[in-house]
């Protein structure tokens, strides 16, 4: 293996050096070094071990050159001294010493353009398999020249010490754009490779005026295309896949002046207590090629019980965008006529469906809200309001409303209606009220799509200011004012005023960067005090 693949890296007596290996070469890899076993569907399946999900806190980003300036330094971006990064890389190198490593190339970005070429080094098969799905894949007559914008590291046999590396624990994840370089270590959790990798395409794109976004795209038959924003748990994934529609992408895009385009060659999806019924296109995803992480067999079986949580609740598999019989390609689509910005809301005062004006998108882009509910992490006993900027915090190198500045402009530029839509609860907060339908769900987005909301009466919700339909297509009307819903009234405007003190205390983050229209937006709190 030619030596140039690697020597700008100044790595030195690397063990055996695999290129851009099938899908069958590293599954047979995984497999004879003990790490990995099929699944009855043929996916391999392998166990991430510490780490079953990201680390924010352990995220740094290198603070030196001309970047330096524009990053968004505190509890995201944790600050970390080129001089630092010298040292830990020089113990990383040591450590790859004699180890063997698989090297893939491979894009981001679906819009040539825009594309950016990574080279992905990893100690263990199964993550260059992950990298394979993830990201798309070039021809082979494009891999002859192949020359790396950006260079992405990832040994989680690797572990700091933080007294001499200064990290904070054993693991981390580290960005140096002065060097082009993602560097982790400590962590086999591969979403680590997927979000740096995204993290760096929110510092780079908006330079080039593409907005990136935590989102997933469909497109109709129509050419029209709609954008889902929303965090875990709201529906993100399972709303843009329509068989009524071509997938675009299930999680990261761009923005430009001629439309969308997908970051991904591939789907991460979560498949806790996944059932064909339930989501078959990513049942169906789920052959050979797809990697299933901290999943387990029923017994004596190598059939995936995918109820069982006993490892993590963050069960997951990735499976490239060709597994999705109606996803598009190239997944690129012309621009949004409509933008759901989702919320499983557990507390049971938002509506089910409500249109936004331009100073309510930003106001709700940027607050980014969901709610967790009991039980879903230690000590949660009743709703918990969670509020992550952009639907994408923790991957925004720059200030949050550098993102909602151009979401702004673009959705004024280019006429795009924004509905909200809450996924969660009605009737009363989660343990009283119910979850409201996915059937009903579908139909307001279908009837929002379809223009069918065009002529509809509007009223505003007193205390969000939101517009809601007074009727939707399948929906029955009592649904749609969640006041109705409830049984105790007074219950409600408590509950309501409780949610827009949330929304108003987690805004004052950003109250000295927003502009006037932005503000206008907040919850009016007088209105129910």
Not at 364 to 392: D, I, N, R
Not at 440 to 448: G, S, V
């Amino acid at each position: 293996m030619s030596q140039e693949l690697y020597s700008y890296l100044n790595l030195r007596n690397l063990g055996q050096v695999y290129y851009n290996l099938s899908p069958a070469e590293l599954v047979d890899h995984t497999i004879r070094m003990g790490e990995g076993v099929l699944a009855d569907s043929g996916a391999l399946v392998i166990h991430t071990g510490e780490f079953t999900g990201r680390s924010p806190k352990d995220k740094y980003v290198v603070r030196e050159g001309q970047e330096a300036s524009e990053i968004w330094w505190g509890d995201v971006n944790h600050e970390y001294s080129a001089e630092h990064f010298d040292r830990l890389y020089l113990r990383v190198r040591a450590y790859m010493q004699r180890r063997d490593v698989y090297i893939r190339d491979c894009y981001a970005c679906a819009d040539p353009k825009y594309r950016l070429k990574i080279r992905v080094l990893t100690e263990k098969p199964w993550q260059s398999l992950f990298a394979y799905n993830m990201f798309i894949r070039p021809p082979k007559e494009e891999l002859k020249d192949f020359v790396p914008d950006f260079t992405l590291i990832a040994v989680p046999g690797f572990y700091a010490d933080p007294v001499i590396d200064f990290t904070r624990q054993h693991n981390f994840t580290i960005l140096n754009f002065p060097r082009k370089i993602i560097l982790i270590g400590g962590s086999a959790y591969t979403g680590e490779i997927k979000k740096s990798v995204f993290s760096v395409l929110n510092f780079l794109l908006p330079h080039q005026n593409v907005l990136p976004m935590h989102c997933s795209a469909n497109v109709g038959a129509g050419g029209d295309v709609a954008v889902f924003f929303g965090l875990s748990g709201t529906g993100k994934t399972t709303l843009s896949a329509d068989p009524n529609r071509g997938l675009i992408g299930d999680d990261e895009h761009g923005w430009t002046d001629d439309g969308v385009f997908n970051f991904e060659g591939g789907c991460y999806a979560k498949c806790i207590n996944l059932t064909k019924e339930s989501e078959p296109d990513i049942w169906n995803a789920i052959k050979f090629g797809a990697l299933l992480e901290n999943t387990r067999f029923y017994p004596g079986m190598r059939k995936v019980d995918f109820a069982d949580k006993s490892i993590t609740e963050n069960t997951r598999v990735s499976y490239p965008l060709f597994h999705v019989s109606n996803a598009v390609r190239p997944s690129v689509g012309g621009l949004p006529q409509n933008i759901f910005l989702l919320t499983a809301d557990a507390f049971g005062v938002l509506p089910p469906i409500s249109k936004l004006t331009p100073g309510q998108a930003m106001y709700h882009f940027l607050s980014g809200y969901t709610a967790k509910v009991a039980g879903t992490e230690a000590g949660v006993v009743e709703p918990q309001p969670t509020f992550s900027a952009c639907f994408g915090q923790a991957f925004l190198p720059m200030h949050p409303t550098t993102y909602a500045d151009m979401l702004g402009q673009k959705m004024k530029k280019h006429q795009v209606s924004v509905w909200m839509v809450n996924t969660g609860w009605t009737g009363g907060s989660y343990g009283t009220g119910s979850r409201i339908k996915l059937a009903y769900t579908r139909a307001m987005i279908t009837a929002a799509i379809e223009g069918k909301l065009n002529g509809v009466a509007f009223h505003n919700d007193p205390v969000f200011g939101l517009a809601i339909p007074e009727n939707v297509p399948g929906v029955p009307s009592e649904v749609l004012v969640p006041r109705n819903t409830w049984a105790d009234k007074a219950a409600f405007d408590a509950t309501a005023l409780k949610l827009a003190r949330f929304f108003n205390d987690n805004f004052a983050r950003y109250s000295d960067f927003a502009n006037d229209e932005i503000k206008a937006a907040a919850p009016k709190i007088a209105v129910v005090a």
